[in-house]
């Protein structure tokens, strides 16, 4: 099989390095920065191209789990099977959300920030708090939600969660369906939003949902930035309707410098790392590897959304 790697996987990891990693299913080469993709089968890639439609391509494998930007209809018509990396990022991004609620717990930024002024700046005697005996609501109960209500359940914390299927799930103490989304986040210390960017999930949390949520919360989203209302968050953080955030993914990437969020004492931006780990190519390598398997064997393939 021949397999091409779009040189966008660079913004993740090096191409050379999964090349190096999947030599072994065929003939696998990086696509040169002046070359339009061709003469493969398979492509393995971060970005979307309009270009791919018309590259004779039977597969195309996103090294991302979320595969928004890529346009499903005219895939399907083409016959382009596309299939995402949902099931890898679990660990990586279930620390990072328990990263982010240690913090705001702990208060970790604010001395982090301290330090940079040497100053020596102790909390005010009820600004710091415990994790233990905290509610986090988590939206979206897949790999990232699993992720983290699992680190959540160890921490003592109370784990809600919000999906499609209503049916239990382990570490979560109560499944809401998305109709209940403003019942199931009032009573959070935390909301943490692990959903994919779909119709259904733009702008999720918007103004209302905001309102609904408790004045002391904190609202981590590592799903995509278009699943919160912008505006709304903004008002929600400059108004006190909101303690803060915790922000990795936003609907403009990068952050425009502007943003009043980068100087918000209780905003911690990200720069959509969530998932970063030195393993990454070692997953999406073992993941391309069974669907070459799968697809040299006419079998359906793992994670296939179109
Ligand atoms: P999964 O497919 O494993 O899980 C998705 C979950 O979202 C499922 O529980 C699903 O419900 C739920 N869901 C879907 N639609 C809705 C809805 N309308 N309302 C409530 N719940 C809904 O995906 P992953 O966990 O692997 O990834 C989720 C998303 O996170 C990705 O699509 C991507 O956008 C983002 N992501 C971000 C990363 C980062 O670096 N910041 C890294 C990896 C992913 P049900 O269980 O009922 O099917």
């Not at 072994?24 to 990086?30: H, L, P, R, T, Y």
């Not at 590259?55 to 789990?65: N, Y």
């Not at 990795?248 to 969530?274: G, K, N, R």
């Amino acid at each position: 099989m021949d397999v091409g790697i779009h040189r966008s996987v660079r913004q993740i990891f090096p191409p050379g390095h999964l090349r190096e990693l999947i030599a072994d299913v065929g003939s696998v080469a990086v696509v040169p920065d002046d070359r339009p993709v061709e003469d493969c089968d398979a492509l393995v890639t971060f970005a979307y191209e309009p270009a791919f439609l018309d590259a004779d391509l039977d597969w195309i494998h996103s090294v991302q789990a979320g595969v928004d930007r890529f346009p499903f209809e005219d895939l399907s018509d083409r016959g382009i099977r596309l299939t995402n990396s949902t099931g890898i990022h679990g660990d990586a991004v279930g620390e990072t959300v328990f990263g982010y609620m240690t913090s705001f717990a702990r208060r970790l930024h604010v001395y982090r920030s301290n330090q940079e002024r040497r100053e020596w700046g102790p909390p005010a005697w009820d600004e710091a708090f415990t994790l233990a005996g905290q509610s986090v609501t988590v939206v979206g109960l897949g790999t990232l939600g699993r992720g983290v209500a699992s680190r959540a359940d160890c921490l003592g914390m109370h784990v809600t969660g919000v999906r499609r299927t209503p049916t239990p799930v382990d570490h979560v103490e109560r499944v809401y369906t998305p109709t209940d989304l403003t019942e199931a986040v009032a009573d959070a210390r935390f909301v943490v939003l692990t959903v994919p960017l779909t119709e259904e999930t733009r702008k999720l949390v918007g103004e209302f949902e905001l309102d609904a949520m408790r004045s002391d919360a904190y609202l981590i989203n590592v799903a995509r930035g278009a699943v919160v209302d912008q505006a709304a968050l903004l008002d929600a953080l400059e108004s006190g309707g909101l303690a803060g955030a915790a922000l990795d993914v936003f609907e403009d990437e990068p952050l425009p410098a502007d943003s009043p969020l980068w100087e918000m004492d209780d905003v911690v931006v990200t720069p959509h790392v969530a998932a970063a780990t030195r393993d990454y190519a070692d997953r999406i390598a073992a993941l391309v590897r069974e669907n070459c398997r799968r697809l040299e064997a006419g079998r359906s393939l793992a994670n296939e959304v179109v």
